[in-house]
T-cell receptor
Framework: QQQVKQSPQSLIVQKGGISIINCAYE??????FPWYQQFPGKGPALLIA?????SEKKEGRFTISFNKSAKQFSLHIMDSQPGDSATYFC????????????FGKGTKLSVKP | NAGVMQNPRHLVRRRGQEARLRCSPM?????VYWYRQLPEEGLKFMVY????????ESGMPKERFSAEFPKEGPSILRIQQVVRGDSAAYFC???????????FGSGTRLTVV
């Protein structure tokens, strides 16, 4: 119930293409769904986050789509660039917690020039 | 405004030794979270602290691990009698108030030989 399942494990996209990473969760009490970007040797950096009362949130080239009934959410990176090559983690948190997040296992994205 | 500072960046310990990981939160932040990242895995929550208090240690192993966040000075994650399985990247995050929107440091990579 506490798991967040992320796919794919790795993804190769051509420059200018769309990168799509998917996550699924079980616990319907989750109410916060962020995406983090991590470069090698660095800590995760918050990219974009969504609450379950909206179905989509867009910030620049990054969009979260959220499907509450299916308990799934996804990250779309439009016009992918080589600089987007990193590991992306989805996560989930719920109001009963003190602030700790449950993370997916990550997706390693490579954008080919 | 410096970010979350973690030191050392890399730490090598022999089996049975103690490891001390330090985390200085961002200025004005009094909430600290510790996460552990095993190779090819997502981050796993360990402990959440406020100044002089442990709020949630539900992710901490029952033995050998302890954490503190004193009134003055950095937060410390202490691992006694390290074993090979403790080899991981340990990340600290901080926030101004109890919140999911926290900032991660660059981590300490612990290697047990």
């Amino acid at each position: 119930q506490q798991q967040v399942k992320q796919s794919p494990q790795s993804l190769i996209v051509q420059k200018g293409g769309i990168s799509i990473i998917n996550c699924a969760y079980e616990n319907t009490a989750f109410d916060y769904f962020p995406w983090y970007q991590q470069f090698p040797g660095k800590g995760p950096a918050l990219l974009i986050a969504i609450r379950p009362d909206v179905s989509e949130k867009k910030e620049g080239r990054f969009t979260i789509s959220f499907n509450k009934s299916a308990k799934q959410f996804s990250l779309h990176i439009m016009d992918s660039q080589p600089g987007d090559s990193a590991t992306y983690f989805c996560a989930a948190g719920y109001g009963g917690s003190q602030g700790n997040l449950i993370f997916g296992k990550g997706t390693k994205l490579s954008v080919k020039p | 405004n410096a970010g979350v500072m973690q030191n050392p960046r890399h730490l090598v310990r022999r089996r049975g030794q103690e490891a001390r990981l330090r985390c200085s939160p961002m200025k004005g932040h009094s909430h600290v979270y510790w996460y552990r990242q095993l190779p090819e895995e997502g981050l796993k929550f360990m402990v959440y602290l406020q100044k002089e208090n442990i709020i949630d240690e539900s992710g901490m192993p029952k033995e050998r691990f302890s954490a503190e966040f004193p009134k003055e000075g950095p937060s410390i994650l202490r691992i006694q009698q390290v074993v090979r399985g403790d080899s991981a990247a340990y990340f600290c995050a901080s926030s101004r108030e109890r919140s999911y929107g926290y900032t991660f440091g660059s981590g300490t990579r612990l290697t047990v030989v």
